[in-house]
């Protein structure tokens, strides 16, 4: 059963991205990996203390697993355009995913912003997976870019709330012919399943996994729901019951005397 | 001689190489990326590449983010 | 880019057995959708929704007000010259029709927009018969600019023009184009259209799409329901619709119903198409097209264009003629195809009124 997320030069088995953020220990992060079933995962890139031991968080991420470096601290397009370059001299990979924030309340990207700096790294040959909020015209900018998909978020990062954006959500799958990566503000496996449901190529997650008591249970049950979300999608939703229909019948007219034979 | 490390003042002594220097703060350059005065330094010139009064240095590396 | 790709793609798929094997379960689960799709389109044209018309009037009917309110649009035809050089043999126009031909001199032209204009009307839509040296550009654009002067929004239904023709024109103060296929089969096309510029199918085909690459704000489109299998034509029609409004979102995109009607000459339209059918058609594209406006004109007789009102219909034509002049110069001349319902502007905002609608009579005005 051939249901694969082709983003760039990859093909995907599982919809579930997860990140690396907000863990008490990266040492869960490999467990997580393995019972979540996730294949793409999220890094940041920060200075580096010389003066400490510090693990580095590569070392807990398999090497199969494809890294999705994001450019959190960019507050504008050239600062997204330099971390993203600064990423991949890492070596680890072209995957960019632009984070443009200048806004430290709700921590909303900037959709200018971030449309520019997929414009300059799309031409350099980066793979970029730009976050929006979910508005129309800045995906349709992205399409033209070149972007590979497209990450409209469900509800303001941290907040756990669930797909508060879903209409609009809707409307970037219905329009845009990318894959339509949700992300942020998934708070439970049953809203990444809805996501999924609704035609999402792939859902997000990181908070609502390190933020749980048992964060490997919850990147396992993450895990199914995006799958069962997805199949679910796929196989078709059948009719519910009928809907009432109203008082007065607009087609009457119709089963009377037919004008048609003047024609 | 006086450089900028990530942002603070370091002494380090002339003809260090970006490489002689990461080795001496026993960080692996294959777990780093390195910036000169704003220019992306690739790892295989980081022997190279000597280190001159009041340059500014980045390191950075991969850490946790969502 | 051309809407011929997408023509094509269908066109390799088995409609007929596509529109017998729709069920009452699929029709069921279209019901339930917010958003149709093509497949979703396809079966709600199909035989088994014939017995689910009053369940997608009820949801046609809320998804209109929804996204228009409780308004119609009125408009009229304002027929500019008969000289036609096509001979397409369902029309009355047709240049082997003995008909006499005529064209608005532009003092006519002023006194025709002046008799229309009193009637309280704004929007008109302005038609030719084929005949590019005699209802040439540079006579259109005249007519336009006398027009600018009566009206808020010019609307053309002419013969088919290159893409600067349709800048020059937007330029001289159009803002709509409406421009009928006819009919999507390729072959039937052929053997309707024997001679004259309007045998070229593809140049017809792809003119919507000119006018929308010129920056004209408003397209209307349809096929003559009548001339080959209406779920065909219907079908052809809500895709060519959607194809203009995903790749010209910035378009009002339009369509329009029109049935066949008598007129002169000698076709006879090969398939009926009943009010049922027709009802059936304007439920599944306003489903489809919940943005698209449709039109019905008063080729339809007043009693179905009474019923019909509350049914998805956005703009209706009012106080026509089919004759070139003809609110003004009351010769006996033919008009392109015999108009059934002749009520005045007067009598047509009565009716939208005693509906509970409200009847429009400017939705535009250029500022620019």
Redesign the interface.
């Known amino acids: 059963m051939d249901d694969l997320l082709e983003i760039g030069d990859k093909k995907l088995e599982s919809r579930l991205f997860t990140?690396?953020?907000?863990?008490g220990s990266?040492a869960l992060?490999p467990e997580i990996i393995k019972e979540s079933g996730a294949q793409v995962i999220?890094?940041?890139?920060?200075?580096?203390?010389?003066?400490s031991?510090e693990d580095?968080?590569?070392d807990y991420i398999p090497k199969t697993i494809q890294?999705l470096?994001?450019t959190?601290g960019a507050r504008n397009s050239n600062e997204a355009v330099?971390i993203a370059?600064?990423?991949r001299?890492?070596?680890?990979g072209n995957w960019i995913k632009i984070e443009v924030i200048s806004d430290n309340k709700y921590l909303l990207p900037d959709g200018y912003e971030t449309i520019r700096a997929t414009e300059i790294l799309v031409k350099e040959g980066f793979v970029v997976l730009p976050y929006i909020s979910p508005d129309l015209m800045v995906a349709r900018a992205l399409v033209n870019a070149g972007a590979a998909a497209v990450m409209p978020l469900g509800a303001p990062?941290g907040s756990n709330r669930g797909l508060k954006t879903r209409e609009l959500i809707?409307i970037l799958i219905?329009?845009i012919d990318l894959p339509i990566i949700v992300d942020?503000g998934i708070g439970k496996p049953s809203q990444a399943c809805e996501a999924m449901e609704m035609g999402a190529a792939a859902c997000?997650v990181?908070?609502a996994i390190a933020s749980a008591e048992n964060p490997v249970l919850m990147g396992k049950a993450f895990g199914r729901a995006v799958k069962a979300g997805r199949e679910a999608y796929l196989a078709g939703?059948?009719?519910?019951s009928?809907?009432a229909?109203?008082s007065s019948?607009?087609?009457g007219?119709?089963n009377g005397n037919?004008?048609?034979e003047?024609? | 001689m006086n450089v900028i490390i990530n942002g603070k003042n370091e002494e380090i002594i002339r003809e260090t190489s970006l490489l002689d220097f990461l080795t001496s703060k026993k960080i692996h350059p294959d777990k780093v990326v390195v910036e000169l005065n704003t220019t992306i330094i690739e790892k295989h010139i980081l022997a190279d590449t000597i280190i001159q009064e009041n340059d500014r240095i980045e390191i950075l590396r991969f850490v946790g983010g969502g | 880019m051309s809407f011929y790709d997408t023509f094509l793609r269908i066109q390799k798929l088995d409609l007929g057995k596509r529109f017998a094997a729709a069920s009452t379960e699929d029709v069921n689960r279209v019901l339930q959708k917010s958003s149709i799709d093509e497949n979703d389109f396809l079966t709600l044209l199909s035989p088994a929704a014939e017995s689910f018309l009053e369940e997608m009037a009820q949801k046609a009917h809320h998804l209109t007000i929804r996204q228009f309110g409780k308004t119609i649009l009125l408009y009229t035809p304002m027929y500019l010259s008969n000289f036609c050089t096509n001979r397409c043999l369902y029309c009355g126009f047709n240049i082997s029709n003995r008909i006499s031909r005529k064209q608005l001199t532009l003092d006519e032209v002023e006194a025709e927009a002046k008799a229309i204009a009193s009637t309280g009307l704004k929007h008109i839509l302005i038609l030719t018969g084929d005949a590019r040296k005699i209802a040439s550009i540079d006579y259109l654009k005249d007519c336009i600019r006398i027009l600018s002067r009566f009206f808020s929004s010019i609307s053309i239904e002419i013969y088919a023009l290159e893409t600067l023709e349709y800048a020059e024109l937007i330029d001289a103060g159009i803002d709509a184009l409406t421009l009928y296929q006819e009919t999507y089969n390729q072959n039937l096309y052929k053997k309707l259209h024997i001679k004259g510029p309007k045998t070229d199918y593809r140049f017809r085909l792809d003119a919507p799409e000119r006018a929308c690459i010129a920056g004209i704000r408003s397209v209307n489109i349809g096929a003559l329901l009548g001339l080959d299998d209406w779920r065909m034509e219907a079908f052809f029609t809500g895709l060519h619709a959607e194809y203009l409004q995903r790749f010209f979102p910035e378009v009002e995109v339009s369509i329009s119903l029109p049935r066949m009607r008598p007129h002169a000459g000698d076709f006879q339209p090969e398939n009926i198409v009943s009010d049922k059918n027709l009802v059936q058609i304007m439920m599944a594209s306003r489903l489809f097209m919940p943005r698209a406006g449709i039109t019905i004109s008063t080729r339809e007789n007043e009693v179905f264009r009474n019923n019909i009102l509350r049914l998805g219909v956005t703009k209706m034509s009012a106080g026509s003629s089919t004759k070139v002049g003809g609110h003004t110069i009351s010769e006996n001349d033919t008009g392109q195809f015999d108009i059934c319902d002749h009520r005045t502007v007067a009598e047509m905002k009565e009716l939208i009124i005693s509906q509970g609608y409200q009847p429009i009579f400017k939705d535009w005005q250029p500022i620019l």
């Open positions: 990140g690396t953020g907000k863990y990266d992060i999220t890094v940041a890139l920060r200075r580096m203390n010389p003066d031991e580095n968080i590569l890294l470096p994001n959190s330099r370059r600064l990423a001299a890492a070596g680890c990062i809707r219905d329009e942020a997000l990181n908070t939703p059948g009719s519910t009928s809907h229909v109203a019948p607009l087609t007219f119709l037919e004008s048609q003047e024609n």
